[in-house]
């Protein structure tokens, strides 16, 4: 995974690694006719968000976890919702924020098979544990 910079001013990039920021590798842009560079971020993966519950209150559903425990930043969670225990055929990858908790009203009566991911720059995480959510 990485990020393309298109048109980057002259000057000499480092990336670093994500862990130790130790220097993984230099270029050059725009220098001597080089034309721009595209770079990458080496940055891990966070780890999977940990203990998601669901608590139900009519047709409201109220989903929180534990962040990570993980040395990678966590820019945004997604959640994943089937119809059967490992499906995502309802919702896959839905952002809800950087919060470690998540709401929903008027959810329509049904039983939903959820997992929350956490992601940053370069990807997203393993899912969480799963949870079995039933609206009457």
């Known amino acids: ?22 220097v993984q590798f230099a270029a050059t842009a725009g220098a001597r006719g080089i034309p721009d560079v595209g ?3 080496a940055a891990p993966l966070p780890a999977h968000p940990e203990s998601l519950r669901a608590a139900v209150t009519g047709n409201s ?17 997604v959640l994943d ?19 470690t908790s998540f709401g929903a009203s008027g959810v329509p009566p049904g ?10 720059y370069t990807g997203l995480s393993a899912p969480s544990n799963e949870v079995i959510v039933q609206v009457p």
């Open 39 to 41: 770079w990458v971020v």
């Open 81 to 99: 919702v089937g119809s059967a225990p490992g499906l995502s055929n309802i919702l896959t990858g839905l952002a809800v924020g950087v919060d």
């Open 1 to 22: 995974s990485g990020v393309a910079v298109a048109g980057a001013p002259f000057g000499e990039y480092h990336v670093l690694d994500g862990i130790t920021g130790a």
């Open 61 to 77: 559903v109220q989903l929180s976890w534990a962040a990570p425990v993980s040395i990678a930043s966590v820019t945004r969670y």
């Open 111 to 120: 039983t939903y098979y959820v997992r929350v991911r956490a992601g940053n």
